[in-house]
């Protein structure tokens, strides 16, 4: 039962006995015949959802820290309820997607599920959870900050903590026939990252300041375009030279070799005379077929953290070039190939595109001669120019 109370301090408390304990929660609002009229009405609420079985703990007190109190006693009470909780079913869902993902995407989801999802939800009755409570855990994610005040998680990272609960409830809804929550849902508005790829002139900075050790290696990332995980999973055999072809077969992803990422990242590349001789120079060292191409100074496996922390922002710094992400190598070979008018369509199967599109919509605005914006070609050559 629920009933209220006021403190001594004048702030009402709830006070409600469930499953045998005692909980006690303020409603940090003073005595006013106002607030006593809302304290009554919500005391009314939650004993008729109790009188029903239907009470949920974290849909009065969101915030309290006796919400996982009241459904670990819950879930002791009842263990044989109709429907599993959201944690129970979570696991089971993992394990049958096991066998599809490869092994680092099935790590990446599963961390996600157990630091984020299982904490909020576990202790929940899968056909229970609402479109509310997905809000409630959108807002206490967006107000996660670092320790300089700045939010620790942006939208797209909120929106892809959410997807797989997205997944694991709509076939939890087919194959337990309950109504699925979440048809009125609304992904949170992304903000693009910027792209900053480096000019012509600010390439040639950056070479002439890069430690000669690694001169080659980003010599190859600027040439070819190359993800981080796929230059990083780079092999020996990988590398054709009579033909003068770098095949991406597989990626360096969480310490361990992964397949591509899509059908059209499996792509062969073709080398030109700079890239040629830069693995040329970069394999002479190299014994085995099997040997990775590019390692660290203790011949290890190139992590995306090492490279960033140790080689590219104190190149940059040491350059005078603005602070940009490490995937700008990747952005600045495709501004630059466009540039030099290179056929869009190379320019896509170089970069593991599936299509022009994203040359056009990304790319462009970097490039003078890549389009016009005014009208003026179409007018020079409707004038015979």
Known sequence: MANYRIRPNGIIQYDLHVFGVRFRESSKMPATPKNIKIAKATV?????????????????????????KFETLRREKYPDLLYPYFDDYTNEWLERQEHRWSRSYYRAISSDIQRYLLPFFGNTLINEITLKQVDK???????????????LLLNARINALIGPMISIISLASEE????????RYKRLRETAAESSPLTKAQLK????????????????????????????????????????LIKIRQNWVQGQFSDVKTPKSRRDIKMSEPVYQALKRVIASKNHQDDIVFTDPKDRPLSC????????????????????????????????HMAALENPVYISRMLGHSNTK??????????????????????RLMAGE
């Not at 939650?46 to 009470?55: C, G, I, K, P, V």
């Not at 337990?176 to 048809?183: I, Q, V």
């Not at 190859?220 to 796929?230: L, N, P």
Request: proline letters at 4%.
């Open 205 to 244: 900075l950056f070479m002439e300041n890069v430690d000669p050790n690694w001169y080659d290696y980003y010599l190859v990332r600027f040439y070819t375009g190359m993800r981080s995980c796929e230059i990083h999973g780079l092999q020996v055999k990988h590398l054709i030279f009579e033909h003068k």
């Open 358 to 379: 994203m040359l056009f919509d990304i790319y462009a605005p970097y490039v003078v001669n890549a389009t016009g914006t005014d009208g003026s070609a179409f007018t």
């Open 305 to 336: 953290h090492y490279v960033a922390r140790k080689i590219w922002y104190p190149t940059l710094k040491k350059a005078g070039l603005d602070k940009r992400r490490p995937y700008e190598t990747r952005h600045t070979a495709a501004v630059l």
């Open 176 to 183: 337990l026939s309950f109504e699925y929550p979440f048809r």
């Open 44 to 68: 009314k609420q939650m004993n008729a959802e109790l009188e029903l079985n239907t009470f949920e703990y974290r849909d009065f007190f969101p915030d309290s820290k006796k919400v996982d």
């Open 137 to 151: 855990f959108r807002e206490s994610l967006s107000k996660k900050t670092n320790k300089n005040g700045n939010s």
